[in-house]
């Protein structure tokens, strides 16, 4: 097996024991250690891999929402993108939710809001691949939707407000449908 192929595997250990522990434990009292003798390894073998535990995390989300929501795919179907994250959120909720009441609840915030504006980004350039609008005017627009929907999706996590996952993607999605995309339509229509 070549070397990229074992720290790959290596680095999906570490994950997998960051979530086993996180599903009884707080992010803030996890260890190096502990992750290290949970994959059988010294604790050397783990910065080789990573700075931090942190630097796990991050990987782990990047790596998993990379996964989950493909933006590369061709073609683009930004409905499925969304049930891919919220049903991934669901079958971690416990791992979400720890990080989210964790120390590391920003890098968790950061890593929706990073993954979301892909997203965002992608959406408004298939409903309208040559704005009008000024680059400062697309970005703010981004922004917006990237923070309320990570947000949302925040606070569904917490508990703030108790829905399906069902009844959260078509929220999300009629948003996008006649905010994002009705936008474009009437823009394209003269109808602003």
């Not at 891999?49 to 989300?61: A, E, R």
């Not at 919220?86 to 791992?95: L, R, T």
């Not at 925040?154 to 999605?173: A, R």
Request: proline share 2%; charged share 25%; net charge negative.
């Amino acid at each position: 097996m070549p070397n990229k192929e074992i720290s790959i595997s290596m680095k999906n250990q570490f994950a997998c024991a960051l979530k086993k522990r996180l599903s009884n434990m707080s992010f803030d009292k996890i260890t190096v250690t502990d992750l290290a003798n949970d994959c059988g390894v010294n604790r050397q073998t783990f910065y080789y891999h990573f700075t931090d535990i942190y630097d796990l995390m991050d990987w782990c989300f990047k790596n998993e929402a990379e996964t989950i929501l493909r933006f590369n795919e061709e073609p683009f179907n930004w409905k499925d993108s969304v049930r891919k994250l919220i049903k991934y959120i669901d079958e971690n909720h416990a791992f979400c939710l720890s990080v989210l009441n964790s120390m590391s609840h920003r890098l968790l915030k950061k890593v929706f809001t990073d993954e979301i504006d892909i997203l965002i980004r992608k959406v408004i350039a298939s409903y309208d691949p040559k704005p009008d609008d000024s680059e400062e005017s697309m970005e703010f627009c981004i922004k917006f939707y990237s923070m309320a929907v990570s947000g949302l999706i925040e606070g569904w996590i917490l508990g703030e407000f108790n829905i399906s996952s069902e009844k959260l993607i078509g929220y999300i999605e009629d948003i996008i449908i006649k905010n994002i995309g009705g936008s474009a339509y009437n823009t394209k229509c003269g109808n602003e």
